[in-house]
């Protein structure tokens, strides 16, 4: 149960982005500059690391990544994503009481 509280952050945050970058192209954006607290999912993107529960999302932001003409993975520390993560979390909880 741990390992799953654990992977269920990291594939969410995956998924996003995975999301972030298909909407991207769909809106013609060729462009993308992502950011992220998670210094994991960061460094399997980049390649430095791999993340057995985010493999196969990896893969495919990798892919999508080559239909733009310039996209970079960032980290930055959470503090500096205070704002962002409230707002997301905000998010999520309108949704769940809809």
Same mark, same amino acid.
């Given at each position: 149960?741990?390992?799953? /509280?654990?992977? +269920?952050?990291l !594939?969410?945050?995956a $998924?996003a *982005?995975?999301?972030a ?6 809106l013609?954006?060729t462009?993308?500059?992502v950011? /992220?607290?998670? +210094?994991?999912? !960061?460094r399997?993107? $980049?390649? *430095? ?8 999302i990896v893969k495919d ?7 733009l003409?310039?996209v970079s993975?960032s980290?930055? $520390?959470r503090?500096?994503n ?7 979390k905000?998010?999520l ?5 809809l």
């Amino acid at each position: 149960m741990i390992e799953l /509280s654990i992977g +269920l952050p990291l !594939i969410a945050e995956a $998924s996003a *982005i995975r999301s972030a970058l298909c909407m991207a192209i769909t809106l013609e954006i060729t462009s993308l500059d992502v950011f /992220s607290d998670n +210094l994991t999912l !960061i460094r399997a993107i $980049s390649g *430095i690391t791999q993340a057995k529960e985010i493999i196969g999302i990896v893969k495919d932001i990798r892919s999508i990544s080559t239909e733009l003409a310039s996209v970079s993975f960032s980290h930055f $520390s959470r503090s500096q994503n205070a704002e962002a993560d409230a707002l997301a979390k905000e998010i999520l909880r309108l949704s769940f009481s809809l």
